[in-house]
């Protein structure tokens, strides 16, 4: 089943660049540049907005709604989409209106190589975007397993844990820790926690590693991250403000092993 996950994440790869390098020999090179540069910056911001709006909402509002933890990040896709689109075709309409002609073309293979070359940064540009994107959907998965099995999901981890596994094997923490910093291993290791708590709020809570109880005062026994772990809103509660300040707690960063 592991190689699955590696087959399953190569081919998506594949996938990806075999995609942009069919439309850029079908539409040509500046509109598949054009459009891939629409793409992959309006799912970043989109990505970057899902990011920061449950902090944004709790600052608003002072609770976590779904209209604006789900609702804004899209409404940012789609604005930005648009916008990237209109300022692009107004910079670049003037060469697609008149078109130059050059005498001295590049030979058919070395423009095609050119193409590829081109092609292939954008592609990894957007791999790199999917595969951010693909770590923090998944460990939000890692955590609605972990609240449906508890610790028997990892003898038996399902699809999504293990293609996010796969997916850490092939990138470095160091790298995916920038890309998507609200899905870090401590953080995803204290929403477990709190998702234990959730369902057994009076159990003290043991480290395994160090078998000393579990420091819960700071954020396990927050009502607000509390509420979104019954609730199964894993999604929101990892991306909490409140989880970001409990992860710099000192106890709970030696607790999960954080230097």
Known sequence: MEALSQISLGAAVLLIFAVCVLYMLIRGLLRTMTNLTVIALSLWIGFLTWQKAPTLAYQWTNQTSSLI?????????????????????FFFTPIYTQPEEYEDEPPPSRSLVGKLFITFIFASALCLIAAAMLHHFTSIAEIRDHAKNGNLQNDFPSFAVRLKNSLSNAIPDSLMDKLDPLASKPRVELAKWITSASKTPSQVKIDPKTVDPLPRAAVIDNPELLSLAKKGRFSTLLRHPLLTQAINDPAIKKALGVK
């Open 69 to 89: 933890t789900t609702g804004l990040p899209i409404l940012a896709f789609v604005i930005s989409f648009i916008l990237i689109r209109k300022i692009l075709k």
